[in-house]
């Protein structure tokens, strides 16, 4: 990776948290003195919102022998 005045094959760029939702980013190059070098390369993201957990976890099963449980859940409504 290359930084700033630096040529590099690939450049990466971390954003900060984004809401849910559909985002456009743009990469323009930018030379030392300020030009822009060439069109900004556009692309576009969609954020999709976190799914509920599942819920009502329980333990269906165990056996005291083996140590073992069976559990269940019901699945996240959101799926």
């Known amino acids: ?3 700033y005045g630096q040529a590099a094959a690939t450049y990466e760029w971390t954003t900060d948290l984004l809401e849910p939702g559909t985002w456009r980013l743009a990469v ?3 030379d030392a003195a ?3 070098l060439a069109n ?3 692309t576009q993201v969609t954020v ?3 799914p509920r957990p599942p ?3 329980r333990v269906t099963t165990y056996d005291a022998q083996t ?3 069976t559990l269940a859940w019901e699945s ?3 799926l």
């Open 28 to 30: 323009v190059a930018v």
């Open 76 to 78: 996240s409504p959101n």
């Open 67 to 69: 140590h073992r449980a």
């Open 55 to 57: 819920g009502n976890f």
């Open 1 to 3: 990776m290359g930084g």
């Open 34 to 36: 300020h030009n822009r």
């Open 40 to 42: 900004a390369a556009e």
């Open 48 to 50: 999709a919102p976190l």
